[in-house]
C-alpha cells in the first residue's frame, strides 16, 4: 500500500492570470456598485425635489381657489348693487371652476411625486411584507 501525491511547483503563471482576472472581476463589479448607487442616490434626490415642487404647487392652487371664491363673491355682490353685469359673474364662476381644475391637477401630481419617491426609496408595493 502506498500514497502517491504529485502537484507542479510550476503552473506557467496560469494561478498568478487566474487571480489578476478575478481582480480585475472584482474591479468591475465595485465600479458597477458605485454607478448603481449614484443613479439610485439622483433618482431618491430628483424624486424629493418633484416632491417640494409638487407640494408648492398644490398650496399655490389651493390659494388659488380662495382667491378665485372671494372674487365671485365679490362679484356677485356688485351684481346685486346693479354695478356689474352677469358676464362678469359668470367670468368669476368659471375663474373658480379652473382654480378648483387647478388643484385636482396638482393633487395628482402632488401623489404621483410622492409615490415616484416611495419607489426611488423602495417603500412603494412593501405593504404586505412581514417583518
Known sequence: MGFNVAFSLWDGGVA?????????????QEIARDRQRQ?????????????????IN?????????EAKDFLEV???RFEMGVAV???VI???QSL????????????????????????????GTEGWTK
Open 97 to 124: 371652476s379652473q382654480a378648483e381644475s387647478g388643484v385636482v391637477d396638482a393633487l395628482f401630481d402632488y401623489y404621483l411625486a410622492q409615490a415616484r419617491l416611495e419607489k426611488a426609496i423602495g417603500l412603494l
Open 39 to 55: 443613479a439610485i442616490i439622483e433618482e431618491v434626490y430628483q424624486a424629493s425635489t418633484t416632491v417640494k415642487h409638487a407640494r
Open 86 to 88: 352677469v358676464t362678469e
Open 75 to 77: 362679484t356677485e355682490a
Open 16 to 28: 498568478e492570470e487566474k487571480l489578476k482576472q478575478a481582480e480585475l472581476s472584482l474591479k468591475a
Open 91 to 93: 367670468d368669476a364662476a
Open 58 to 66: 398644490l398650496e399655490l392652487a389651493r390659494k388659488t381657489v380662495l
